[in-house]
Nanobody
């Protein structure tokens, strides 16, 4: 079992920054990829960014160059630094972890609201 606890969401003006954190606990020894999805009202959940244990990253085109995903393997924590935020970034952000032969585990979600 893996448990994820997210923090760092909130309300910010357009152009501002936020940093999301997601700490994993429990059966963490086999975690490979960690990352973030987001879901805006009326939309499905979409990948924002992800990072492997080795540090390879992937980003959605809409956030490339503005968001940075990172992780601290010693702390079993993944981060999402979000800069130059836009109103269209408003969504609930969910972290996740993937482990071999195990179902994906999701965090509880944290609201990010960007005002214009």
């Amino acid at each position: 079992q893996v448990q994820l606890v997210e923090s760092g969401g909130g309300l910010v003006q357009a152009g501002g920054s936020l940093r999301l954190s997601c700490a994993a606990s429990g059966s963490i020894f086999s975690i490979n990829t960690m990352g973030w999805y987001r879901q805006a009202p009326g939309n499905g959940r979409a990948l924002v960014a992800a990072i492997t244990r080795g540090g390879s990253t992937i980003y959605a085109d809409s956030v490339e160059g503005r968001f940075t995903v990172s992780r601290d393997n010693a702390k079993n924590t993944v981060y999402l630094q979000m800069n130059s935020l836009k109103p269209e970034d408003t969504a609930v952000y969910y972290c996740y972890v993937d482990r071999p032969l195990e179902a994906r585990v999701w965090g509880q979600g944290t609201q990010v609201t960007v005002s214009s």
